[in-house]
């Protein structure tokens, strides 16, 4: 079977502004305790972001989970392929 990566980079926003642009403490996102934003200055914890972005976030589920169920009916299709008795739609 295939394993495909369902990873995507979801572009989050400011929820004061809705500037693209963060700037963060230390290495990476990760490690960065509290993230900047770049166009209006202000502080905001990660998970202030993740709640300002949260429909943003639970928009981007649905598509991939939309994804794994068209791989899945593929793949479904695949298996019964050249059985005569049992019939996939
Ligand atoms: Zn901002």
């Excluded at 693209?20 to 960065?32: I, N």
């Excluded at 770049?38 to 202030?48: G, R, W």
Aim: charged share 35%; aromatic share 8%; with cysteine.
């Amino acid at each position: 079977m295939v394993k495909r990566n369902y990873d995507r980079s979801i572009e989050l926003n400011c929820p004061t502004c809705g500037c693209t642009q963060f700037e963060h403490e230390g290495e990476d996102y990760d490690s960065a305790k509290s993230i900047k934003c770049a166009s209006c200055q202000l502080e905001f914890s990660k998970d202030d972001i993740i709640e300002g972005n949260s429909e943003n976030i639970s928009k981007h589920a649905e598509e991939i989970s939309q994804e794994v169920f068209e791989d899945l009916q593929k793949q479904m299709k695949n298996i019964f392929k050249g059985n005569n008795f049992i019939k996939v739609k």
